[in-house]
């Protein structure tokens, strides 16, 4: 599938990894809607950047059904997802307050498993109507994971959890896919430098990079964004994890 053919849902996209990503996308000729809980950040980058937004929780099936709508009208199909939105959590098993609290638990794995799931399982349903392509491809979706998922640090139970999660759907949801002609990929990125890392400082930032093998430093959005991108261009990419990390082993 070549990028300036491509009409993308990117969950997450007022932000971070995800706004990255279409702003590369836009960059290179594709057609993009942003899915996003903030509206005002994701409707001025969807401004700027040329794509449409929908205010999208992802958790919410009516949410996504009707950003899925509105992004359709907006672009004629959907046949690229990327699942970006999610959030990060420290927490240990048992504490100095005592064990983990369950509902903190859960909503960090109902906000980045369950609503990459439901917004995947949609898109899908919606990708399946399309003409095929010379391969007899109608799809493309590409989840986000994390180096969590493998190496999971003290404190990232939850986190961990729900990024495992999102690697081990990569291989069931691409047989489930394959007689729609969809596939499905997994992005585990390392620590990238994203505005809310950039926040802390430079003797932070340095101090995370201690670690990474090569090279020296935090991963740039716009890595994990080419990364994407090339995923949606090859298509004999399907049901699997691909590590982006400067070869980073949390300990």
Do not use: W
Not at 225 to 247: H, K, M, P, T
């Amino acid at each position: 599938m070549q990028i300036n053919q491509t009409a993308a849902i990117i969950t997450g996209g007022a932000s971070g990894l995800g706004q990255a990503t279409a702003r590369a996308f836009r960059k290179a000729g594709a057609n993009v809607v942003i899915f996003d809980r903030d509206a005002v950040r994701g409707a001025a980058v969807a401004q700027e950047i040329g794509a449409g937004f929908a205010e999208v929780d992802v958790t919410d099936e009516a949410s996504v059904s009707a950003g899925i709508t509105l992004a359709v009208e907006h672009m004629g199909l959907i046949n690229a997802c990327v699942n970006c939105a999610g959030i990060a959590s420290a927490e240990k098993t048992v504490g100095r307050d005592g064990p983990h609290a369950l509902d903190a638990f859960q909503r960090t794995v109902d906000i980045n498993l369950v609503g990459t799931f439901n917004v995947l399982r949609l898109a899908a349903a919606q990708m399946a109507g399309n003409e095929p392509n010379e391969d007899g491809e109608r799809g493309v979706i590409v989840n986000t994971a994390s180096v969590a998922a493998f190496d999971g640090q003290m404190g990232q139970v939850s986190y961990a959890a729900s990024k495992a999660g999102i690697a081990g759907m990569s291989l069931p949801v691409s047989r489930d896919l394959a007689r729609s002609g969809i596939r499905i990929m997994a992005i585990a990125p390392g620590i990238f430098l994203t505005p809310m890392l950039e926040s802390l400082g430079k003797e932070v930032i340095d101090g995370l990079a201690v670690d990474v093998t090569f090279p020296k430093r935090l991963g740039k959005p716009a890595e994990f964004a080419s990364l994407a991108q090339f995923i949606v261009e090859n298509g004999y990419l399907n049901g699997e994890v691909i590590r982006i990390d400067g070869a980073l082993r949390m300990r």
